[in-house]
């Protein structure tokens, strides 16, 4: 926590000077969830509350605390830390994703000055079945107010320096990320301050997730890197059967294909970050972040598990034993899948955006028309699209198929930008173009028309980023 505090993991995007921040702060997490998972959600969640926090002015001096880069695990006042993290605590077990569906309540209290500006506080009464860092010094929340969900934050330690009625009834036994505490939590007249009018918190709470999702699909691709990294150090430095694992044929097909895997995925993430950069100042970037960021949350949150599924395989037993790192990756793994919303969930809000904001889809097909003409597969896989996502907006059983859609073409465009020739023929034969012949289920199934020495060139294309 102290290193991704010290060199602004969660912060950056709102301290540079320089232009797409917010592109530079994906690379970072990029590479920092390379580094440490655990400390994903934490990062992740001080990088969205930002933006939340400098919107309503009672809460201006935790928005100045949050860009802090000095991490202090403490129970001071805010205005006594150098920094603070922050929480959100949503999910309630008979709701689930449904946030509408919130029974937690809240009271009008008082409103007095805080920090400098008036406060509206409120005493909340309740249950949050998940609550991700619940050691954090404040916290995003959802209670209903006459009825209507309305957004709240309220600080561990009030202003007098007495510990807010916070109650931690327990810690969740996760299958993975352990190393960060998820748990369920209690209010019983929990001391809020209200954040936006009452009855609109839905609607404030989910200008948070935006960043979130982005967040957590670099941060998936970022994990997707590291197990391909530890894979190919182990095949490339072993020798079995009279030769490098890496060389051996059916290995370098596996390695390949999960090599043009990551670097699709990550091109993607990027892309969506720097759509994020211009939000506010271009109209087209702004309907393409809206229907990319929950399709790039969703396939790469997904493709990751078979990803360490894989890397795994390639280290064998090893992979599989507590005391190396392939362990705690593969527990790892699905976690992202389902914070923030799970699959459904994002495919749905892929589905919405195409149904309410039709400039999105607009957006869409005007990023995939930069590059068409340079590949008659990836022109063939646009044109099909078309069809699959009017299918979508009629009926809901297609919304993955089509989110899925969105993502490889997405995908595909990306790396005609960006890409050497082997890795976008891979991409297109097996990805997009080559159907059931060329590329099945699992990784290393990469058939005709792609050969060995075209897989080792990209296996020594992985090695080198």
Known sequence: MSLAWKHEVPTLSWTAKQKNPHLARAVLSYLWNQVEQGTGCPTGMAYAAYAGLAREPALKIWAEKVLGTVYENSRRE??????????????????????????????????????????????????????????????????????????FFFPRTLPDGSFNRFFIQRLKDEAGNRSNAGSEVEYSGTMAIRV???????????????????????????????????????????NAFGSSLAKRPMMANVLADMAVEVEAATLMALRVARATDHIDTNPQEKA??????????????????AMANEALQCHGGNGFVEDHPMARLYREAPLNSVWEGAAN?????????MQQEANSRD????????????????????????????????????????????????????????????VIDIFMKTRLGGGANNWGAMFGTLGPGVTQSQADRVVERACLW
């Open 288 to 305: 393409l972040a809206r229907v990319a960021t929950p399709a790039a949350k969703y396939f790469n949150c997904s493709r990751v598990v």
């Open 196 to 238: 936006g009018e009452e009855g609109r918190g839905l609607r404030e709470i989910l200008s948070h997730s935006h960043l979130t999702r982005l967040d957590f699909a670099v941060g998936s691709a970022g994990l997707m890197r590291q197990v391909l990294t530890l894979a190919l150090n182990h095949t490339t430095t072993r």
């Open 363 to 422: 957006a869409l097909f005007a990023e995939l028309a930069d590059v068409r003409g340079q590949d008659s597969r990836f022109d063939a896989y646009v044109t099909a699209l078309g069809p699959l996502l009017d299918d979508m907006q009629h009926e809901e059983f297609f919304a993955r198929p089509a989110t899925e859609g969105i993502a490889r073409a997405l995908q595909g465009a990306e790396l005609l930008r960006h890409s050497t020739p082997e």
């Open 345 to 353: 969930m994002m495919c749905m809000d892929v589905r919405r955006a």
């Open 78 to 151: 805010v205005a006594d830390k150098p920094s603070v993290v922050i929480g959100y605590a949503m999910t309630e077990k008979q709701g689930g994703s449904d946030l509408r569906e919130t029974q937690t309540t809240a009271v009008y209290s008082h409103s007095a000055e805080y920090h400098g500006a008036v406060a509206h506080w409120y005493e909340l009464t309740g249950h949050k079945w998940f609550c991700s860092v619940p050691q954090s010094d404040g916290f995003f929340t959802l209670a209903k107010v006459n009825g209507g969900v309305t957004c």
